[in-house]
């Protein structure tokens, strides 16, 4: 198991002379400069976002087949996806609050008041339409906010389909029928996980693309 995880945060210290950067892509791009801090070793704003991720999730799990793991853990690694790709203190926030709308029902309004009002406007471009929308027509919807989105929402996303899609690798390994635990069928899912990849990586290149790129090839070869 603990493999699996090396080769997902190794993937990311990958970065060729210095340390991990989110690269612009696309003509308009080239001449504009993704921004990020370089914060205080304690952020405050990171520790309020945990805080809140953790009370909202409070009883939910991860879709597991064999253990409870606490729903926390996934929004924390998105988190710690984005803090070791250089993304900026709400940026990170955003991340590890990215589900608490689609899976809490917590309001923007509330999300902008607990931490800043970016964080809820990045909250906002990654989130999902409700659950009892078609599984089809709610990713396509979510793929038509994602082309249109902020680059710090692009690297949100990337950092979440990471996690899930590891998430399914390591499940795989115990459990051979993994796919079944999903709504959709495996090949649904392998190609909006492509199609994700493909309007990340025409905005942005770098470590967290290249660890996107690879977990969606991983998932290919599970078997389903």
């Not at 308009?28 to 990171?46: D, F, G, H, N, V």
């Not at 396509?140 to 990471?162: G, K, T």
């Amino acid at each position: 198991m603990y493999h699996v995880y090396w080769r997902y945060w190794g993937i990311l210290s990958r970065a060729s002379g210095g340390p991990c950067r989110l690269d612009l892509r696309g003509t308009a791009q080239l001449e504009q400069t993704y921004r990020m801090s370089t914060p205080a070793l304690y952020s405050p704003l990171i520790v309020r976002a945990l805080e809140l991720a953790a009370i909202w999730h409070v009883g939910q799990v991860r879709k597991n087949p064999t253990k409870q793991i606490p729903y926390i853990a996934h929004p924390a690694a998105v988190g710690f996806l984005l803090q070791k790709a250089g993304c900026d203190d709400e940026t990170i926030a955003a991340g590890i609050l990215h589900d608490v709308v689609e899976d809490c029902g917590i309001p923007l309004e509330q999300v902008a008041t607990e931490t800043t009002p970016r964080v809820a406007d990045l909250v906002r471009a990654v989130t999902e339409e409700p659950k009892e929308m078609d599984w089809e027509q709610r990713k396509a919807a979510y793929r038509d906010v994602l082309s249109r989105a902020p680059l710090e929402a692009l690297a949100i996303a990337a950092a979440d389909h990471i996690s899930n899609n590891w998430s399914i690798v390591e499940m795989a390994a115990s459990h051979p029928d993994v796919w079944s635990i999903f709504y959709a069928s495996k090949q649904q899912r392998v190609n909006h996980e492509a199609e994700v990849l493909a309007i990340i990586e025409e905005r942005l290149s770098g470590p967290l693309v290249e660890a996107l790129h690879e977990s969606v090839g991983l998932i290919r070869n599970v078997p389903g």
